[in-house]
């Protein structure tokens, strides 16, 4: 059960973080079905998830569209209000600067990320947004939830793009 | 004019960058009639805008709508691309986190802001992003331009709101 920031308050989960991660890890798997990178994120609050998303960068033509910041955009509109208070944010991959941003913005309370991302994590790998003493809100972040799963679906992903590369450049087509 | 990070390329901007900065004023201006704080941006590529955005977080209910994201998102659009590439960002505020990250995803060239944040900006005063050598892009930064000016507007809107609280606790209605 997640250590909430908090603990006064009822935590946004009491379900094993793991039951959450496989549907993000699922969502995730659509993704890459549809060309994208497979991250896919979801919202929880009151132990239930009020918002999913994967990321859309390809299919929106737009650099915001990582699943993150889907996600959060999607529970402001459910919740009516920007600030996601007893909220936790589950994400297959460590969140960027953009996105462990959005959260800090949105009053996320928790975050639950899967594989690290040592070329542009920022909780933790290439940076830490959470130590930042002076920002006007916090939240605590668990990590490698799943993590083989989820480094996985990302390696099969890249691996299957080099085969197809590799393939086109045998055949003269690239 | 910019000093650009890709030497050979054209630059984002010719004029004086206070041209921009006036109109990123002008819009900042607008949004705190509209209840907002008065932060926007805007986005310059061959010497002409092709977007501009004043924060919306309180109108839309939407803790990623800063200004530097709408403007990010309305350029991909015009574009057709998520890589602003060429393309230089003007904003009144120093950027968060997000807005920092959101600039590094679309691959924008330079950044030019007005006032530092020293609570959340991330291009400085809390953190810098554009240290980490290990991140796939890189931008330059330009600080403080009609700083006195971006720091004006901030302070006119927070005082107002100050005066407004203290005139309804003296007549007992808050």
């Known amino acids: 059960m997640q250590k909430p ?6 935590p946004a989960y ?14 995730a798997k659509h993704a890459a079905t549809l060309g994208e990178v497979p991250v896919a994120a979801l919202i929880v609050k009151d132990n239930q998830i009020i918002a999913e998303a994967h990321n859309r960068r390809e299919l929106d033509k737009d650099p915001i569209a990582h699943a993150e910041v889907l996600a959060i ?30 959260m800090w913005l949105a009053r996320i309370e928790h975050c639950v990320f899967g594989a690290s991302d040592h070329k542009s994590g920022f909780l933790g790998s290439v940076h830490d947004i959470t ?5 006007n809100h916090h939240y605590t972040v ?17 691996r299957a793009i080099r085969a197809k590369k590799k393939a086109l450049k045998k055949a003269g087509l690239e």
């Open 5 to 10: 920031i908090h603990p006064n308050r009822t």
């Open 73 to 102: 955009k999607t529970a402001a509109e459910v919740l009516g209000d920007w600030r996601l208070e007893g909220c936790a944010l589950f994400v297959t991959l460590e969140p960027c600067a953009m996105c462990s941003g959005a």
């Open 142 to 158: 668990e990590r490698g939830v799943m993590e083989a799963e989820c480094v996985g679906l990302l390696q099969d992903f890249f």
């Open 131 to 135: 130590t930042h003493s002076q920002m």
């Open 14 to 27: 009491t379900d094993p973080p793991e039951s959450f991660m496989a549907r993000a890890i699922e969502l």
